[in-house]
Every structure is written in structure tokens, then in C-alpha cells.
């Protein structure tokens, strides 16, 4: 069993920048592929980014490529979301996952454990 507790959203302009955290307790996390999700209101949740198990293999969707950064400090059981030059569309609560499967996915069923998730708002 792994819990996920995000933290670090809020309430930003366009333009500006945050760094989201997923701090994991429970054991073994160095072995957990790790992705961060999005769900908009009226919308689905989607993919925007994951990572692999040692940080040297990521993901993004297209709408955040190039603007925001995974990456993990299995010392701390910490994966982080960097998310620069955010836009009114990036408002959403974001949610991270671990996956138990050694492969990058995109697909949120394949993620096993989820955290409750953190509210991102961008204001225009």
C-alpha cells in the first residue's frame, strides 16, 4: 500500500509558476513509475506527465511539453511537477499516481494508487 498526499497548488496568474509535490509513504516507492494527472471542471481526467523508477525516463502530454518537469527524489519519496508559464487552461486539480508497472503509461488505469489531488487555478 502506498499513500499519496499532494501538495503545493493554489491560485496563480498567467505567466507564472509552481511546483507541485507528491510526498509517498508506505514501502519500496524507489520501484514506482510515477505520473501526474489533471482533471478540469466538466472534463476528464488526462495524462500530463510521468516518470520512471530512477528519474532517467519521462513523459508529457503535448499540452504541457516544453512548460513543465517531472522529476523524483526517491530519498525523500517525493516526485514534484515544475510547472512554468502556466496558462488559464491548465486550471484543474491535479492528482498524482504510482504504477506498479515497470513501463511509462499514460493511462490512468494503470496506476494503482492515487492521492486526492491538489487545485491548481490560473487566473487570465
Known amino acids: 500500500q502506498l499513500l499519496l498526499v499532494e501538495s503545493g497548488g493554489g491560485l496563480v496568474q498567467a505567466g507564472d509558476s509552481l511546483r507541485l509535490s507528491c510526498a509517498a509513504s508506505?514501502?519500496?516507492?524507489?520501484?514506482?513509475?510515477m505520473g501526474w494527472f489533471r482533471q478540469a471542471p466538466g472534463k476528464e481526467r488526462e495524462f500530463v506527465a510521468a516518470?520512471?523508477?530512477?528519474?532517467?525516463?519521462?513523459q508529457y502530454s503535448d499540452s504541457v511539453k516544453g512548460r513543465f518537469t517531472i522529476n523524483r527524489d526517491n530519498a525523500k519519496n517525493t516526485v514534484y511537477l515544475q510547472m512554468n508559464s502556466l496558462k488559464p487552461e491548465d486550471t484543474a486539480i491535479y492528482f498524482c499516481?504510482?504504477?506498479?508497472?515497470?513501463?511509462?503509461?499514460?493511462?490512468?488505469?494503470?496506476?494503482?494508487?492515487w492521492g486526492q489531488g491538489t487545485q491548481v487555478t490560473v487566473s487570465s
Open positions: 499516481a504510482a504504477s506498479t508497472r515497470a513501463v511509462i503509461s499514460t493511462i490512468e488505469g494503470q496506476y494503482r494508487f
Open positions: 508506505g514501502p519500496s516507492f524507489e520501484y514506482y513509475y
Open positions: 516518470i520512471s523508477w530512477r528519474g532517467d525516463t519521462t
